[in-house]
């Protein structure tokens, strides 16, 4: 089985910045891409963003693009999510998701984080 441990939730302002870190652990993955995804409160879980294994290609949804950067670290078991120019909109519950069983921006992962709280205020 495969964990997936987020980090680096917390409060900041408009204009801010935060770091997201998701550590994972247990067996090897049978696709290696990972995703995050985000939830706010009374809205459905929505696509963030994803990285393929090797770290050579990033998806990004719309709304995030130019703001925030998906990465891989050298060892491939963490990725992280590097969020600049947060918007109150961006307030959610953001979830590291390893493995999707069809596409790469799908919620159809099979490994999910707890998530972490992200809170931007105005």
């Known amino acids: 089985q495969v964990q997936l441990a987020e980090s680096g939730g917390g409060l900041v302002q408009a204009g801010g910045s935060l770091r997201l870190s998701c550590a994972a652990s247990g067996r090897t993955f049978s696709s290696g891409a990972m995703g995050w995804f985000r939830q706010a409160p009374g809205k459905e879980r929505e696509f963030v963003a994803a990285i393929n294994w090797s770290g050579s290609n990033a998806y990004y949804a719309d709304s995030i693009k130019g703001r925030f950067t998906i990465s891989r670290g050298n060892a491939k078991n963490t990725v992280y999510l590097q969020m600049n120019s947060l918007k109150p909109e961006d307030t959610a519950v953001y979830y590291c998701?390893?493995?999707?069983?069809?596409?790469?921006?799908?919620?159809?992962?099979?490994?999910w984080g707890q998530g972490t709280q992200v809170t931007v205020s105005s």
């Open positions: 998701a390893a493995d999707p069983k069809f596409g790469i921006t799908s919620p159809s992962y099979v490994h």
